[in-house]
T-cell receptor, first 113, second 113 residues
Framework: SAVISQKPSRDICQRGTSLTIQCQVDSQVTMMFWYRQQPGQSLTLIATANQGSEATYESGFVIDKFPISRPNLTFSTLTVSNMSPEDSSIYLC??????????FGPGTRLTVL | AQSVTQLDSHVSVSEGTPVLLRCNYSSSYSPSLFWYVQHPNKGLQLLLKYTSAATLVKGINGFEAEFKKSETSFHLTKPSAHMSDAAEYFCAADFNQGGKLIFGQGTELSVKP
């Protein structure tokens, strides 16, 4: 298994500002992902965080809005840029391990006013 | 298009009675399938997974699920519900074996005393 931590656990931000969310894993992993869970909704994949290269974004998500860094095999950041109230969500990172198992971090609960 | 459908948005059972949470997927191929549980204000916890081995999968906390290819289903069951089972349950599929999960809409399970 993997132990995943995220910072901050929650935040309240003003519209137009940006927030960077950190994800730390206790072991080296190849595959890391970022998901969004809007209020009362299911999870939607934002992007795959690739180590040493640009992230791969899913349809509907763009790098300018959600820039992602992956400087090494244990760490990644997701920035939510120029926030609006519609960005209020829980943002979760996850890691994909061998045997087809994916573990999720505790999530970052973001509220945009 | 590949998708995951959870047939019930809300299920209510009495404590000690069986639980059935339904999940169907749409794909030409058999994906890896997962059930996650999310308690209020908590992260996602993996309950069980199917990855082309035994079609009846046993998970944690007495849950199990059966993969039925002919019905493209992966329903979650538990013989006897406990109050602590009250939570949101998500069915997810990895259609490309690459770690990207597509989630169902979620089923809220309520357990009455």
């Amino acid at each position: 298994s993997a132990v995943i931590s995220q910072k901050p656990s929650r935040d309240i931000c003003q519209r137009g500002t940006s927030l960077t969310i950190q994800c730390q894993v206790d072991s080296q992993v190849t595959m890391m992902f970022w998901y969004r869970q809007q209020p009362g909704q299911s999870l939607t994949l934002i992007a795959t965080a690739n180590q040493g290269s640009e992230a791969t974004y899913e349809s509907g998500f763009v790098i300018d809005k959600f820039p992602i860094s992956r400087p090494n095999l244990t760490f990644s950041t997701l920035t939510v840029s120029n926030m609006s109230p519609e960005d209020s969500s829980i943002y979760l990172c996850s890691v994909y391990l061998a045997a087809d198992t994916q573990y999720f971090g505790p999530g970052t609960r973001l509220t945009v006013l | 298009a590949q998708s995951v459908t959870q047939l019930d948005s809300h299920v209510s059972v009495s404590e000690g009675t069986p639980v059935l949470l339904r999940c169907n997927y749409s794909s030409s191929y058999s994906p890896s399938l997962f059930w996650y549980v999310q308690h209020p204000n908590k992260g996602l916890q993996l309950l069980l997974k199917y990855t082309s081995a035994a079609t009846l999968v046993k998970g944690i906390n007495g849950f199990e699920a059966e993969f039925k290819k002919s019905e493209t289903s992966f329903h979650l069951t538990k013989p006897s519900a406990h109050m602590s089972d009250a939570a949101e349950y998500f069915c997810a599929a990895d259609f490309n074996q690459g770690g990207k999960l597509i989630f169902g809409q979620g089923t809220e399970l309520s357990v009455k005393p």
